[in-house]
């Protein structure tokens, strides 16, 4: 009896103890699932540069096809990824992606120059035996954010306006497949950073170019592929060039 009654009591005083503990541990439970939860919900981004080399990429560029003296154009210098413009030809992902944000920082070293960069890229070498299947954004100075249909399409509003006449328009060699951008001076001085951001969802591809809107497409031919840098006779230095799934267009 005397034995029970000491257990008794030793339960009732252990009790106070138990019940702060299962309060910390409910607590501790609440936290991580709320930190998993967070963490969940936000997208990862996927850096395409790492800074050190080419990893993820492949070059095509025609001329090193043949010409045994031809340079790779693009190479790792400083840690950032860089275009030296020439031979011509492009820097390709491996990886196909979707429905992205990417963000891409870039400046020209030295000149005003031409450059760009490729989404829903697909067959190499399907224009001019050079620019694979692909719509591109435009980078070239002073021009920015227009939109290049290499054997795909887009639509934008205006598009008589901004591409010329109708019966001209095309996909392939001869016809008219620039789309101009929205803005004039969106671009920063050459030799300063720049920041352009393209979203593609669905079929749809939005453009900014130093926070300015420049560009918005609907209809695309194409919605998913490959993204490639171009070497297309200037130097390019990019610091980074990050892509984020999303779901939806931004406003």
């Known amino acids: 009896m005397a034995r029970r009654i000491s257990t008794l009591r030793y339960l009732a005083e252990l009790e106070p103890f138990l019940a702060?503990?299962?309060?910390?541990?409910?607590?501790l439970v609440a936290v991580v699932t709320f930190g998993f939860i967070g963490?969940?919900?936000?997208?990862?981004?996927i850096s395409l540069f790492n800074g050190t080399d080419l990893s993820g990429w492949h070059v095509d560029v025609p001329e090193m096809d043949s010409v045994a003296?031809?340079?790779?154009?693009?190479?790792?210098?400083?840690?950032?990824?860089?275009?030296?413009?020439?031979?011509?030809?492009?820097?390709?992902?491996?990886?196909?992606?979707?429905?992205?944000?990417?963000?891409?920082?870039?400046?020209?070293?030295?000149?005003?120059?031409?450059?760009?960069?490729?989404?829903?890229?697909?067959?190499?070498?399907?224009?001019?035996?050079?620019?694979p299947k692909s719509i591109e954004v435009q980078m070239m100075t002073e021009n920015a954010g227009d939109f290049w249909v290499i054997v795909e399409?887009?639509?934008?509003?205006?598009?008589?306006?901004?591409?010329g006449p109708e019966e001209e328009w095309g996909i392939t060699?001869?016809?008219?497949?620039?789309?101009l951008n929205l803005t004039d001076g969106s671009e920063s001085p050459v030799g300063e950073w720049n920041t352009m951001i393209v979203e593609a969802v669905g079929d749809q591809i939005k453009v900014w170019m130093n926070g300015d809107l420049v560009n918005h497409g609907t209809g695309a031919t194409a919605q998913s592929g490959q993204i490639?840098?171009?070497?297309?006779?200037?130097?390019?230095?990019?610091?980074?060039?990050?892509?984020?799934?999303?779901?939806?267009i931004s406003e």
Do not use: W
Not at 20 to 27: A, D, V, W
Not at 119 to 127: C, E, F, Y
Not at 228 to 248: M, N, R, Y
């Open 20 to 27: 702060i503990n299962l309060m910390k541990f409910q607590f």
């Open 153 to 163: 399409d887009i639509t934008v509003p205006d598009m008589i306006e901004r591409r």
């Open 69 to 131: 003296t031809a340079i790779n154009p693009f190479i790792v210098r400083d840690g950032h990824l860089v275009s030296l413009g020439t031979p011509e030809g492009h820097l390709i992902t491996d990886a196909v992606y979707s429905n992205y944000r990417l963000e891409v920082t870039y400046r020209f070293t030295g000149t005003p120059g031409n450059c760009g960069v490729l989404i829903h890229a697909s067959t190499p070498r399907a224009l001019y035996a050079m620019f």
């Open 228 to 248: 490639a840098v171009q070497a297309e006779g200037s130097e390019v230095e990019f610091s980074s060039l990050v892509l984020t799934p999303i779901t939806a």
């Open 173 to 179: 060699e001869g016809k008219k497949r620039r789309i």
């Open 39 to 45: 963490c969940t919900s936000e997208p990862a981004s």
